[in-house]
């Protein structure tokens, strides 16, 4: 029994010791490097917004149905953060449309979208890609790795729908 109790012990201290350290949170602020792999074949995030945070799938169409991708990003650092979301045609790594980018204060949150006005009025679209239609997939860049994302598929037919965003610097390459 004491010679369990001592391995216990043991392996406990191996895994606080080694194990804490690696999943400690990021720093708020992050070189002109970035610390999340750039997406292969894309150009890097603008500066200043260096920091890959979030990928994401959307849609948008220009006909009557009305569908927009609508992103919230809220910066939960304690300084001013610089957010741009871009979108991407779904085959090839060219940018559609524009790149929209938000400025936020200290736990501001804000939208940037595919287009200027969100097609079900709830949401108040800050930054715009202005983008045609087509479907594809979307980053969002910052200079602080402290933010948060939120994606919904907003639709005058379907109604409101959340998309899945994926944290890029849980994205380990090929």
């Known amino acids: 029994m004491k010679r369990i109790f001592s391995s216990t012990i043991w392996v406990l201290t191996i ?3 080694f194990v804490s350290v ?3 949170q990021l720093p ?3 070189g002109p490097s970035g610390i999340n792999p750039e997406l292969a074949g894309y150009a890097k995030c603008p500066a200043p917004t260096t920091i890959e945070v979030f990928f994401v799938t959307y849609a948008r169409d220009n006909g009557s149905s ?3 991708t609508v992103i919230s990003v809220t910066n939960l650092g304690t300084k001013i953060a610089t957010v741009t979301c871009q979108f991407f045609y779904g085959y090839g790594a060219s940018q559609a449309g524009s790149n929209a980018t938000l400025t ?3 736990g501001e949150t804000g939208e940037c979208a595919t287009r200027d006005t969100d097609p079900l009025e709830i949401f108040d679209i800050n ?3 202005d983008t045609p239609s087509f479907e ?3 980053r969002i860049c910052s200079n602080l790795a402290s933010i948060a ?3 919904r598929l907003s639709s005058t037919v379907g109604g409101l729908y959340g998309i899945k965003l994926v944290k890029s610097n849980s994205q380990k390459g090929d």
């Open 22 to 24: 690696s999943s400690a």
């Open 66 to 68: 009305g569908t927009a």
């Open 136 to 138: 594809g997939k979307a």
């Open 149 to 151: 994302a939120d994606a």
């Open 28 to 30: 708020e602020e992050v």
């Open 15 to 17: 895994f606080v010791f």
């Open 127 to 129: 930054a715009s890609a």
């Open 104 to 106: 936020l204060n200290p």
